[in-house]
């Protein structure tokens, strides 16, 4: 939210704590991946094809998945009613409470792709590989637009996340991306110097609370 550790004012620490155990209850937090091994890499074009599929994901993601021999596509959701909370309680001129569950939406999804990704880890671990980090469109001069590709493969959709023609997502607290998988990839920390993102997610929380 912007504020340092032991900063925040008392009466947004108190309402971030109402607001926490308010949500605590919900349970329509979901995740899913899916692997594919019939992956291609065209250094020219910084392109991934999987399945046949071609992501042009750019210079900095494929410098970091080139060398995988297998990805992860994954989707991920914090639900519907976070959002829906923040929007209501914005129209009703409570802002600050609006904002609260906006940031928390913004948390728990991230939260929720971490363990996602934990376990991702782990199963690719019993084979002997390692995972990348997870990049999503949007981000690193990858193409939002190229969430219509990724969704292709998830007809099933256990997140129930839909997609607007601009390729934004519904729930909009939701995230999708791919993860590398290999022998021969690793997981580093997010290299913030080399992107010109400003506003990246994963930016903010490195140097926010």
Same mark, same amino acid.
């Given at each position: 939210?912007?504020?340092?550790?032991?900063?925040?004012?008392?009466?947004?620490? /108190?309402?971030?704590?109402?607001?926490?155990?308010?949500?605590?209850? &919900?349970?329509?937090? !979901?995740?899913? #991946?899916? &692997?594919?091994?019939?992956?291609?890499?065209?250094?020219?074009? %910084?392109?991934?094809?999987?399945?046949?599929?071609?992501?042009?994901? %750019?210079?900095? $993601?494929?410098?970091? +998945?080139?060398?995988?021999?297998?990805?992860?596509?994954? /989707?991920?959701?914090?639900? *519907?009613?976070?959002?829906?909370?923040? !929007?209501?309680?914005?129209?009703?001129? =409570? &802002?600050?409470?609006? #904002? /609260?569950?906006? @940031? /928390?939406?913004?948390?728990?999804?991230?939260?929720?792709? =971490?363990?996602?990704?934990?376990? &991702?880890?782990?199963?690719?671990?019993?084979?002997?590989?390692? +995972?990348?980090? !997870?990049?999503?469109?949007?981000?690193?001069?990858? =193409?939002?637009?190229? *969430?219509?590709?990724?969704?292709?493969?998830?007809?099933?959709?256990?997140?129930? +996340?839909?997609?607007?023609?601009?390729?934004?997502?519904?729930? @909009? %607290?939701?995230?999708?991306? $791919? $993860?590398?998988?290999?022998?021969?990839?690793?997981?580093?920390?997010? *290299?913030?110097?080399?992107?010109?993102? %400003?506003?990246?997610? #994963? !930016?903010?929380?490195?140097?926010?609370?």
């Amino acid at each position: 939210m912007g504020y340092t550790p032991g900063t925040a004012p008392e009466p947004v620490t /108190i309402l971030t704590t109402e607001v926490s155990e308010e949500l605590m209850p &919900l349970s329509d937090v !979901r995740a899913e #991946y899916k &692997l594919f091994n019939n992956v291609r890499f065209y250094p020219d074009d %910084k392109t991934i094809e999987i399945g046949g599929v071609a992501f042009a994901v %750019k210079p900095i $993601i494929f410098r970091q +998945i080139k060398d995988a021999e297998e990805v992860a596509l994954f /989707i991920c959701t914090a639900g *519907q009613e976070i959002g829906e909370r923040s !929007r209501r309680s914005m129209k009703e001129g =409570d &802002l600050l409470r609006g #904002y /609260i569950y906006d @940031v /928390i939406g913004s948390e728990v999804v991230e939260s929720a792709a =971490d363990r996602m990704q934990e376990a &991702l880890k782990a199963e690719v671990a019993t084979h002997g590989k390692k +995972i990348t980090n !997870r990049f999503s469109p949007g981000y690193c001069g990858w =193409d939002v637009a190229e *969430q219509h590709k990724l969704f292709s493969f998830f007809r099933d959709n256990f997140c129930g +996340i839909t997609l607007t023609e601009s390729a934004l997502m519904n729930p @909009v %607290k939701s995230v999708s991306g $791919i $993860i590398g998988i290999g022998k021969g990839v690793s997981y580093a920390p997010y *290299q913030c110097h080399l992107c010109e993102d %400003k506003n990246c997610l #994963y !930016r903010s929380r490195k140097t926010r609370v």
